[in-house]
């Protein structure tokens, strides 16, 4: 005999889905509120430490070449600093320290049977054009 379907047994589980929707959507709305006040509050504290670090380079500046400089004048005495080439390479050297500290080497551990079937790439061409010639005739 065949299960008959009541109607209003349907309709109170549809209310009862439709009341966890609401709830669902609620619960969701605070979420991404929440989620929205943290984002802003990052950005914030984002803000205040560039603004802070801002500051700390405009004070040295201040320092070593006193307060009463223009910006335009500013700008062309570290372009005539930044010119010379001891200077460059000063730099350069600086930013790559401060790049490596900041990002160590990933080192890989290469299981040994692997460390065999690594293709070694060779610098002369000669060495090139001859494995070719001898991966041709192995084919």
């Given at each position: 005999m065949p299960r008959s379907t009541n109607i209003t047994e349907m309709q109170a589980k549809l209310a009862r889905y439709n009341e966890r929707t609401k709830e669902a959507a609620t619960a969701l709305s605070k979420l991404e509120e929440?989620?929205?006040?943290?984002?802003a509050k990052i950005e914030a504290e984002e803000r205040k430490a560039r603004t802070h670090n801002l500051c700390q380079v405009g004070g040295l500046a201040y320092k070593y070449f006193g307060d009463d400089l223009t910006p335009d004048e500013f700008k062309e005495l570290l372009d005539f600093v930044f010119s010379i080439n001891e200077?460059?390479?000063?730099i350069n050297s600086e930013k790559e320290k401060r790049f490596l500290r900041d990002n160590p080497p990933v080192v890989l551990d290469v299981p040994k049977s692997l460390d065999e079937a690594v293709p070694v790439i060779s610098e002369n061409i000669s060495d090139e054009k001859n494995s070719d010639s001898k991966l041709k005739e192995s084919a």
């Open positions: 929440s989620r929205n006040v943290l984002k200077v460059q390479e000063f």
